[in-house]
């Protein structure tokens, strides 16, 4: 008998018409189901790719030790798929993400390093390069690597294109590696150029796990801003209603980046009518319960 192994099963995500949020407008509202990514989110294409184009390449072998600043979910994917071909992994990130998040990497066998609060992203990065520079380990570095958009090209591009039977009108995507967008847009705005590409950046002061507004020195060398169409702010308390909305109205338990990646498609199905509009829920819920931000009273 041919059983799958579980890379082969990345990707190939449910997209699913919203049943109660509607757009109204004769709009179609769409969500594509990344939390059921083998290790729960959209990160698990843009981990496979990396690793394996790099061991294409000789640039990485089973046994070597990779280092990576996450945020959380892209953690996760590579912690999931060193386990799985064989490498050591250390992550850093910031000491504010969620203890799922971190338990999850530490359960697939990554060494976990934490960086302040307050330096956030930034930091995680400086200190990753620095144990790089070091010979501490070799980094795949998923905000300069090609190969981070590209498994998006390859994958998350085709199969929203498949499943829309080529009606897709709209494309909403949080914006943090910029992964995503930038495969999802090169792909289908190879197949109709008049397809929307929209991005979702937080407001100043917002903290929204999974997007972010990156300052000019640190914005990923992937993205391409002639890729985005339009770009909306997203606010804390938007993103996280949204969030809420998903589970108490769809049954779908997502992140708070989720939620903002509706309200963006819920604001731009007010401005269209007779659209396709796809927006990726880039996780679960599940790895967010600790926070208290799906909690009933909440």
């Not at 950046?201 to 640190?218: H, L």
């Not at 659209?275 to 967010?288: E, K, L, N, Q, T």
Request: aromatic share 6%; net charge negative; with cysteine.
């Amino acid at each position: 008998m041919d059983f799958p192994y579980l890379e082969q099963l990345v990707g190939h995500t449910p997209l699913v018409r919203l049943k109660r949020i509607t757009a109204g407008r004769n709009n179609v509202l769409l969500a594509k189901l990344e939390g059921n990514n083998p290790a729960g989110s959209v990160k698990d294409r843009p981990a496979l790719s990396m690793f394996d184009e790099a061991e294409r390449r000789g640039d990485i072998a089973p046994g070597d030790t990779l280092i990576e600043a996450t945020s959380g979910n892209t953690g996760i994917a590579l912690a999931m798929v060193a386990a799985m071909k064989g490498y050591r992994m250390v992550l850093i990130m910031p000491e504010s993400a969620s203890s799922e998040r971190k338990q999850a990497m530490a359960a697939y066998g990554a060494e976990l390093i934490e960086v302040s609060k307050e330096g956030g992203m930034e930091a995680a990065r400086d200190l990753a390069d620095t144990m790089v520079a070091k010979g501490e380990g070799k980094a795949l570095d998923q905000f300069a690597n090609p190969d981070n958009p590209l498994g998006h090209y390859r994958t998350t591009g085709p199969e929203l294109w498949q499943q829309t039977d080529g009606q897709i009108t709209h494309f909403v995507s949080s914006m943090g590696t910029t992964g995503t967008i930038m495969g999802v847009s090169r792909y289908l705005k190879e197949q109709r150029d008049d397809i929307q590409i929209i991005g979702l950046q937080p407001e100043d002061g917002a903290s929204i796990a999974g997007i972010r507004r990156w300052p000019a020195a640190y914005l990923p060398k992937i993205f391409e801003p002639e890729r985005v169409d339009r770009v909306l702010d997203i606010g804390q308390q938007e993103a996280e209603v949204h969030m809420r909305r998903l589970a108490r109205e769809e049954g779908i338990l997502a992140g708070v980046s989720s939620g903002g990646a509706l309200a963006g498609a819920l604001r731009v199905a007010e401005q269209v009518e007779n659209a396709v509009i796809v927006f990726i829920v880039c996780d679960r819920g599940d790895r967010y319960l600790s926070t208290g931000l799906l909690a009933p009273e909440a």
